[in-house]
């Protein structure tokens, strides 16, 4: 879409101690922000996790780093929902004069639970307890060991993995087990019942050595069923950039109990998935999709779309769906476009345009067993420096940029295609504010994000600024059915007194985004209604 078809919106900030509206709302934006009162957060802390979200109340986890002479802290905090503190809670990490090391804090079945592991060196093992928070956010007394796994070494005692089904009534608890070089990999299976009692625990060998084979993604079913999606690795080298494709992506299910082991493989003939995830359908069969290229991995031509049987372990459905070539040359400079176009014209398949550095982030189901995919363009890249002293600096460039999304039909061919132009490259920060968080509402998609306000300017050009902390607003874009593209500038970051952080925003009802921004030590929650 051209930017100069964009409208400005006119901001007004009203300032209160309670929750007030910031945008003057126009007719035809899709959205409007309520913000709650300023905070001030303890120093050296930050959010990094909303644990829960619902129209009354929101749970957050808020965590600060240890020093040479402290160790972590960890809190949970609950605002109510107008975005006001209630109240927060350290969680002690301290239990008989031993020093356990923080997991996670996950709500289960309606009961919040925290997460420590403590590794015991006398007995080469690492330990998972829990503990439930009571209404005042403080740990019960009692320790619970929940799982334990043989230490992998000191510097690496080994790590817990917490997933919940799509239902939230079984719990996946997965660990990569020690191995040599060489030996088979190994990993464990533990999963509970949304009360955390045990249904069935399994330690797995596979036939592969840790060159050959890597975990990517696991789910946990409704039954209780696990499924592992992994990169096997022909030639035992994990290395699959040029030439043809050294890998096949393999998943294995784990069913009645961990009793039973189903392997399902998937390649596509001399072309490279570049990127796969999975999801459990209503009717248990596995919903795979993802991208193919022509060229390797960092690049994507179209979409890879199958099914899994879970019963017959057949995949069916298979559909290799390339975009529209103006689709894939949308991002090229006009010397650039012209030799795509003489190679689409000449069957030139390794001169074709594709798409660079795009990554897979979500994948929605429809409703009629279509699906959604939603890829952002991510990469990072290094400068070095040289002084006079012949000492050397280090800078890190953190791109976050274009937003797409693909509409797949149930029989995987492409219904449509978005793009939604963002540029974000900052310096040295992990893309700290970088990146954008999404809701569903009913049948279009949101997405927010930091941008730079000149991309809302009327100069006549079609140039895309870059959001690099200066000149920064919030943007809305709307994906309607069709895949037309909408974009409005949401509020003001300087007026709104913080920057938001997308990576911590959450949809929290049908039609509400939850979301969250800070300065300094200064933050503040807001609400986003969508219309």
């Known amino acids: 879409m051209n930017r100069s078809t964009r409208q400005m919106l006119c901001l007004l900030l009203l300032t209160a101690a309670t929750v007030v509206p910031l945008l003057a709302q126009r007719d035809g934006v899709p959205g409007v922000v309520q913000w709650g009162e300023s905070n001030v957060e303890p120093s050296g802390s930050r959010i990094t996790k909303v644990i829960d979200a619902g129209r009354d109340a929101y749970f957050v986890l808020r965590e600060k780093e240890g020093g040479a002479l402290s160790y972590p802290k960890v809190y949970v905090e609950e605002y109510s929902g107008r975005q006001q503190l209630r109240r927060s809670q350290e969680l002690d990490l301290k239990y008989k004069g031993k020093r356990r090391v923080f997991e996670d804090v996950i709500k289960i079945g309606g009961q919040l639970y925290f997460f420590t592991s403590f590794n015991n060196q006398a007995q080469e093992k690492n330990y998972l307890f829990y503990?439930?928070?009571?209404?005042?956010?403080?740990?019960?007394?009692?320790?619970?060991?929940?799982?334990?796994?043989?230490?992998?070494?000191?510097?690496?005692?080994?790590?817990?993995?917490?997933?919940?089904?799509?239902?939230?009534?079984?719990?996946?608890?997965?660990?990569?087990?020690?191995?040599?070089?060489?030996?088979?990999?190994?990993?464990?299976?533990?999963?509970?019942?949304?009360?955390?009692?045990?249904?069935?625990?399994?330690?797995?060998?596979?036939?592969?050595?840790?060159?050959?084979?890597?975990?990517?993604?696991?789910?946990?079913?409704?039954?209780?069923?696990?499924?592992?999606?992994?990169?096997?690795?022909?030639?035992g080298v994990r290395e699959r950039r040029r030439g043809l494709p050294n890998y096949q992506y393999v998943i294995l299910a784990y069913t009645n109990q961990g009793e039973e082991k189903k392997e399902y493989r998937i390649a596509l003939d001399g072309r490279f998935i570049t990127d796969l995830t999975f999801r459990i359908g209503n009717d248990g069969n596995l919903v795979c999709a993802g991208f193919f290229s022509d060229k390797g991995t960092y690049s994507i031509k179209g979409t890879c779309f199958f099914k899994v049987d879970a019963t017959t372990q057949e995949v069916y459905n298979i559909n290799l769906k390339e975009f529209d070539f103006e689709f894939r040359a949308a991002l090229m400079g006009n010397g650039e476009f012209r030799r795509a176009e003489r190679a689409?014209?000449?069957?030139?398949?390794?001169?074709?345009?594709?798409?660079?550095?795009?990554?897979?982030?979500?994948?929605?189901?429809?409703?009629?067993?279509?699906?959604?995919?939603?890829?952002?363009?991510?990469?990072?890249?290094?400068?070095t420096y040289r002084y006079w002293d012949g000492t050397l600096r280090f800078d890190y460039f953190y791109n976050y940029n274009d937003i797409i999304v693909v509409n797949i039909r149930p029989d995987g061919s492409i219904e449509w295609s978005a793009r939604i132009p963002k540029r974000q490259e900052t310096l040295n920060d992990g893309g700290y504010y970088s990146s954008y968080a999404m809701a569903v509402v009913r049948d279009r998609l949101y997405f927010i994000f930091n941008d730079n306000s000149r991309n809302f300017e009327r100069d006549g050009s079609n140039r895309l600024y870059n959001y690099n902390g200066r000149n920064s607003i919030i943007t809305l874009a709307e994906v309607a059915k069709g895949g037309s593209v909408e974009m409005y500038p949401l509020f003001d970051n300087r007026e709104a007194g913080i920057i938001t952080r997308p990576k911590i925003c959450k949809q929290v009802g049908s039609r509400r985004m939850m979301v969250y921004g800070e300065q300094g030590r200064s933050y503040r929650f807001g609400l986003l209604e969508f219309r």
């Open 344 to 383: 689409e014209a000449n069957g030139d398949v390794s001169r074709q345009a594709e798409l660079s550095r795009f990554a897979l982030d979500e994948l929605i189901l429809r409703s009629d067993g279509g699906a959604v995919l939603v890829a952002e363009q991510f990469y990072v890249y290094e400068r």
């Open 131 to 235: 503990q439930t928070l009571n209404k005042r956010l403080l740990p019960s007394r009692d320790l619970t060991k929940i799982a334990e796994i043989p230490e992998a070494n000191k510097a690496r005692p080994g790590a817990f993995n917490i997933v919940q089904s799509s239902d939230s009534s079984k719990v996946l608890i997965y660990s990569q087990l020690d191995s040599k070089r060489k030996e088979p990999e190994q990993f464990s299976l533990q999963v509970f019942d949304d009360k955390l009692e045990r249904l069935w625990r399994r330690n797995i060998t596979l036939p592969y050595n840790e060159e050959q084979f890597g975990i990517e993604d696991y789910r946990i079913d409704e039954d209780g069923n696990v499924f592992l999606l992994g990169v096997k690795y022909l030639d």
